[in-house]
């Protein structure tokens, strides 16, 4: 085993027994290198490891410490591992919810966005004004789909960056990932086909879904592990299902990302029913430590894979650039953008190319990155220490969305108003599944800086879980 590993295990064993725990600082890189002999290459790469593992966090201004470990997370008893819906109906509710969340000066818990603050906006509005004054009378025509090919170049680029080979004349520049995944549905499904999602899984699945009138079957996904691979088998067996999608990269709203081999796995039972699947991966730049995971994309030698990647979570989300990677479905798309909202609007795609292909985006990227990773861990901290004990705190690395399991007589429809009455939004679980098995469950968005307002809103958001009724 090279040392870095064996460090690795040792650090791993220690933290297993107790020597340091949640929260925990561990030595410095150079204490480590002190006490063990070590190289502080061979240092650095065994915290690293264990970093990517999510077993360790690294923080801006602790340095190095012990990552929550896995509380006793209650899964609902009552969930089944398939689930079928003829009909899906949850538009309404997804929408009141998000205007509901609308309202000026609410804690944006319930919200699906990072906080706004992180994004370069001025720079981005420097390359805007730059783009503008540089475009050529024939700009609207030059960026109909599949899209601007700088910034189809620009991406194909950062998927090599991945070690992954993606054309750009695969892709297609689309209004945010929503507009990918609603094309790459419409392209595989049609009124009455069964398309397989995660359950619970992110609302705009279930809304293009119903949209669609497809029917879905929503297959049981683990709050670490993701979803169920017998259940999804035993579904492919058994039904003529047109489409997956899923997010095999810190999943809304359960946070947690696939291993490489369960990746493997679920690519390999996709291809062997000839299913295509819709990797929705909005939140693929939002990793922790130092090397950039893979999505299924990367496994995909049959142009069966759809990877749907957006700019809204990680750059800008006003702008509504994203884009799919469409694979042999590409020419299909094009056409149904074509017949549809027509192109992504031309000043964005050239802002947003510009952007991304200057050294200031890896620099933001870093930056964010670090921010995230450190407000999600102080949220953690936060909830930890104000809400009732009966409450679990789902941590899982990566992204800022963290899940939380409410005892089981509890509605997190009835804590969402009673919260939204004080100035609090939360996301309820309710909003992640046609059925109403996430009813006690809640998502929180855990972007935001810690500020005095927001351990305000933390504590009132406990007491309204303690005086809930039995
Ligand atoms: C999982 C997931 N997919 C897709 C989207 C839509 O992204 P965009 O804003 O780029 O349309 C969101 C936004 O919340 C999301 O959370």
């Given at each position: 085993?090279?040392?870095?590993?064996?460090?690795?295990?040792?650090?791993?064993?220690r933290?297993?027994?107790?020597?340091?725990?949640?929260?925990?600082?561990?030595?410095?890189?150079?204490?480590?290198?002190?006490?063990?002999?070590?190289?502080?290459?061979?240092?650095?790469?065994?915290?690293?490891?264990?970093?990517?593992?999510?077993?360790?966090?690294?923080?801006?201004?602790?340095?190095?410490?012990?990552?929550?470990?896995?509380?006793?997370?209650?899964y609902?008893?009552t969930?089944?591992?398939?689930?079928?819906?003829?009909?899906?109906?949850?538009?309404?509710?997804?929408?009141?919810?998000?205007?509901?969340?609308?309202?000026?000066?609410?804690?944006?818990?319930?919200?699906?966005?990072?906080?706004?603050?992180?994004?370069?906006?001025?720079?981005?509005?420097?390359?805007?004004?730059?783009?503008?004054?540089?475009?050529?009378?024939?700009?609207?025509?030059?960026?109909?789909?599949?899209?601007?090919?700088?910034?189809?170049?620009?991406?194909?680029?950062?998927?090599?960056?991945?070690g992954?080979?993606?054309?750009?004349?695969?892709?297609?520049i689309?209004?945010?990932?929503?507009?990918?995944?609603?094309?790459?549905?419409?392209?595989?499904?049609?009124?009455?086909?069964?398309?397989?999602?995660e359950?619970?899984?992110?609302?705009?699945?279930?809304?293009?879904?119903?949209?669609?009138?497809?029917?879905?079957?929503?297959?049981?996904?683990?709050?670490r592990?993701?979803?169920?691979?017998?259940?999804l088998?035993?579904?492919?067996?058994?039904?003529?299902?047109?489409?997956?999608?899923?997010?095999?990269?810190?999943?809304?709203?359960?946070?947690?990302?696939?291993?490489?081999?369960?990746?493997?796995?679920?690519?390999?039972?996709?291809?062997?029913?000839?299913?295509?699947?819709?990797?929705?991966?909005?939140?693929?730049e939002?990793?922790?430590g130092?090397?950039?995971?893979?999505?299924?994309?990367?496994?995909?030698?049959?142009?069966?894979v759809?990877?749907?990647?957006?700019?809204?979570?990680?750059l800008?989300?006003?702008?509504?650039?994203?884009?799919?990677?469409?694979?042999?479905?590409?020419?299909?798309?094009?056409?149904?953008?074509?017949m549809?909202?027509?192109?992504?609007?031309?000043?964005?795609?050239?802002?947003?190319?510009?952007?991304?292909?200057?050294?200031?985006?890896?620099?933001?990227?870093k930056?964010?990155?670090?921010?995230?990773?450190?407000?999600?861990?102080?949220?953690?901290?936060?909830l930890?220490?104000?809400?009732?004990?009966?409450?679990?705190?789902?941590?899982?690395?990566?992204?800022?969305?963290?899940?939380?399991?409410?005892?089981?007589?509890?509605?997190?429809?009835?804590?969402?108003?009673?919260?939204?009455?004080?100035?609090?939004?939360?996301?309820?679980?309710?909003?992640?599944?046609?059925?109403?098995?996430?009813?006690?469950?809640?998502?929180?968005?855990?972007?935001?800086?810690?500020?005095?307002?927001?351990?305000?809103?933390?504590?009132?958001?406990?007491?309204?879980?303690?005086?809930?009724?039995?």
């Amino acid at each position: 085993m090279p040392m870095y590993q064996q460090l690795a295990q040792d650090l791993k064993n220690r933290i297993t027994q107790g020597v340091w725990q949640a929260g925990d600082k561990l030595p410095s890189l150079r204490q480590t290198v002190a006490d063990s002999g070590l190289s502080l290459m061979t240092v650095l790469n065994a915290y690293q490891l264990l970093e990517s593992q999510g077993v360790i966090l690294a923080l801006a201004k602790s340095g190095y410490i012990v990552a929550p470990q896995p509380e006793a997370f209650r899964y609902p008893e009552t969930q089944r591992q398939i689930y079928f819906s003829d009909k899906v109906d949850i538009n309404e509710f997804v929408f009141n919810v998000l205007q509901a969340s609308k309202q000026a000066g609410i804690v944006p818990f319930g919200s699906a966005f990072p906080d706004p603050s992180l994004f370069p906006q001025q720079a981005l509005a420097r390359s805007l004004v730059k783009v503008t004054r540089q475009m050529s009378p024939s700009f609207a025509a030059d960026n109909l789909p599949p899209g601007n090919a700088g910034l189809r170049k620009a991406i194909s680029q950062r998927y090599a960056k991945l070690g992954m080979s993606v054309a750009p004349d695969e892709i297609l520049i689309t209004s945010g990932a929503m507009e990918a995944l609603n094309l790459s549905l419409a392209a595989l499904a049609q009124a009455g086909d069964w398309v397989v999602i995660e359950s619970p899984a992110f609302y705009g699945a279930m809304q293009a879904i119903e949209r669609l009138k497809l029917r879905a079957i929503a297959v049981a996904t683990d709050p670490r592990e993701g979803i169920d691979l017998n259940a999804l088998a035993e579904v492919l067996k058994t039904y003529p299902v047109k489409a997956c999608w899923l997010m095999s990269l810190h999943q809304n709203p359960l946070g947690c990302s696939l291993s490489d081999q369960k990746k493997q796995a679920v690519y390999q039972l996709l291809c062997e029913h000839n299913v295509s699947l819709i990797e929705d991966d909005v939140y693929q730049e939002l990793y922790v430590g130092s090397s950039a995971p893979r999505p299924i994309k990367a496994l995909d030698t049959q142009g069966c894979v759809l990877h749907c990647g957006s700019f809204s979570k990680s750059l800008i989300a006003g702008y509504r650039v994203g884009w799919v990677a469409a694979g042999r479905h590409a020419p299909q798309l094009q056409r149904l953008q074509l017949m549809s909202t027509l192109s992504t609007s031309a000043p964005m795609q050239l802002a947003i190319a510009d952007f991304i292909q200057s050294p200031q985006y890896e620099r933001h990227l870093k930056r964010l990155r670090h921010t995230l990773a450190d407000r999600k861990f102080a949220m953690y901290q936060l909830l930890r220490a104000h809400l009732p004990e009966s409450v679990s705190v789902n941590f899982e690395p990566g992204g800022y969305f963290l899940w939380l399991a409410l005892p089981a007589h509890m509605d997190a429809t009835q804590i969402y108003h009673s919260a939204l009455e004080r100035g609090i939004s939360i996301a309820p679980g309710n909003l992640f599944s046609n059925q109403a098995e996430f009813r006690h469950f809640m998502r929180i968005n855990a972007s935001y800086d810690c500020s005095p307002e927001l351990v305000r809103a933390v504590k009132a958001l406990a007491q309204i879980l303690e005086h809930s009724p039995n």
